[in-house]
């Protein structure tokens, strides 16, 4: 029901007087990217206009920074990106704003669990990603972020330094299970979120897209009731929450449409991100 107002809304809104947007940040994978990963020339278009009429563009994803360079680029309008499900913050030249990180005690405490539960799992250091066993996913990661990847066995004895992310991989019904017990396990201690069915993020408990978006408001001058955030998955939650308005995708997890945020009328694979900003934002 809530969802059913909430989308009545948003078509009552529409062609009326345009949302007050200072700030508009976005989820890539199943977001703003079509089902092939591509950004499409309206997308761009739009996104280009809103920064002419001086709206900050934000990117905002759960990939590793180097995954997320191209992206930007193709955009060319971003005033700052944010990487690792907020653990990360960059300007568009690429240079870091904010940092957080697991220390190498935190890092190897989450590895060992996953070691313990004989999951697939993967750290980062700079533009690769370090995996324990051979086992196709890899393969799937390598191709879907265009990151290189090494195998190197059991990861509590590769990890020495701080990592911003540990990622795990399984079937869904894994994925559900390992998620419900790791957030018991590391209450507190990390930030443990989903991005896909078959994800499982850690983070530093303070790296969530939410507190990111609170961030860049504020090193933008924006107040955050001129914050507008797009998201599909859990691990979107926390900004589309923290957004002066929170638009979930047509195309997002059920759980997240139950949630109380407006909807695009269209998925991300028919550019649903760019078809909201027109019809409510550059009317």
Not at 221 to 230: C, M, P
């Amino acid at each position: 029901m809530k969802r059913f107002v909430r989308q009545m809304i948003d078509y009552c809104h529409a062609g009326g007087a345009p949302l007050d947007a200072g700030m508009i940040v976005f989820d890539l994978d199943d977001t703003l990217l079509r089902d092939d990963r591509t950004v499409s020339d309206e997308t761009v278009q739009v996104m280009r206009e809103a920064a002419r009429r001086g709206i900050h563009i934000v990117p905002a994803s759960g990939r590793a920074q180097a995954s997320m360079q191209g992206v930007v680029e193709r955009l060319g309008c971003v005033s700052c990106y944010i990487s690792c499900n907020g653990g990360e913050i960059y300007n568009a030249a690429h240079q870091p704003l904010q940092k957080v990180a697991f220390s190498t005690k935190e890092a190897l405490d989450i590895a060992a669990f996953l070691e313990q539960e004989d999951c697939y799992f993967q750290v980062y250091a700079g533009d690769k990603f370090f995996y324990n066993k051979e086992c196709g996913y890899a393969e799937s990661y390598a191709q879907a972020t265009l990151l290189s990847g090494q195998c190197v066995g059991k990861l509590t004895d590769f990890i020495h330094q701080p990592t911003a992310k540990v990622l795990a991989m399984d079937e869904p019904e894994r994925i559900a299970k390992l998620l419900e017990k790791s957030r018991k396990v590391f209450a507190g201690r990390a930030s443990v979120t989903c991005s896909k069915p078959y994800f499982l993020e850690f983070n530093p408990p303070e790296a969530t897209k939410g507190n990111a978006l609170v961030w860049c408001a504020r090193h933008l001058g924006v107040d955050i009731s001129r914050t507008i955030a797009f998201g599909d998955s859990l691990n979107d939650v926390s900004m589309l929450s923290a957004a002066g308005r929170g638009v979930a995708m047509k195309n997002a997890r059920e759980d997240v449409l139950a949630m109380d945020f407006a909807v695009t009328h269209l998925t991300n694979d028919q550019d649903g991100v760019a078809d909201y900003i027109t019809k409510h934002i550059l009317t």
